[in-house]
């Protein structure tokens, strides 16, 4: 048992629930707790909602937070908030200089929020399908588990974390942090991407199927037991 931390916090992302962490979190000697997504409010910004995340951890002890994808994005908003002693991100952007070029177009956050919810809904469920037989990463993940996780989309959240990728600006910086990155990731490619732990052969959904090094690569960082 790790005795550095009272708790990692793991914070999923878009299109995803806890399902994702649940081989990692058998890879940590440490107590672990996802923090499942809160319901959406009407004109929640990005820090309104860092801070319902928040309301979910004690930071009366030393803790860690450990995000994927958006969930890394939305760990170092969280951040500014509570102060973990260190934090984790996978297959995500420290900045928006680390986003793709496609996720900065200005007016491009408009144009999705024209798409009705049940039609983006559609478009993650197709997408994720098609993706699994053009990607190999995305192949060796798909089982029932995945899919029915995947088809938990509202299309109306989905369309709100786009948005806020999109719009985001954030300089900030953690003193103790991680990036982890896949050298195959294609929603963050990273020839973007600075300054990372890089997972050969390692796609956007790694965290998943390359649970054990990452695992290893956490464990090391975090200095657990």
Known sequence: MSTTYNKIYFIPGLATDKTIYKDLVNELNAPCEVIEFEPLEDNDSLNDYAK??????????????????????????????????????????????????IMKIKGASFFVSMIPDKFMKQIFNKG????????KSYKSIYNDETKAMVAKSTGGFD??????????????????????????????????IGNCYVIKGGGHPMIINKYKEIGKVISDFLQLD
Not at 57 to 67: E, H
Not at 128 to 135: C, Q, R
Not at 162 to 191: A, C, R, T, Y
Request: contains cysteine.
């Open 159 to 192: 369309k709100w974390v786009m948005k806020q990728v999109s719009d985001w600006d954030s300089d900030f910086e953690h003193q103790n942090l991680l990036h982890i990155h896949g050298d195959k990731d294609i929603v963050f490619p990273i020839k973007y």
């Open 128 to 135: 994720f399908h098609i993706s699994t037989l053009v990607k």
């Open 52 to 101: 319902k995340m928040c309301s979910k951890i004690d930071d009366t002890k030393p803790f860690a937070l450990v995000g994927t994808s958006f969930g890394g994005i939305l760990a170092l908003e969280m951040a500014k908030i509570k102060q973990p002693k260190k934090i984790v991100i996978i297959s995500s952007a420290k900045n928006r200089k680390e986003l793709s070029p």
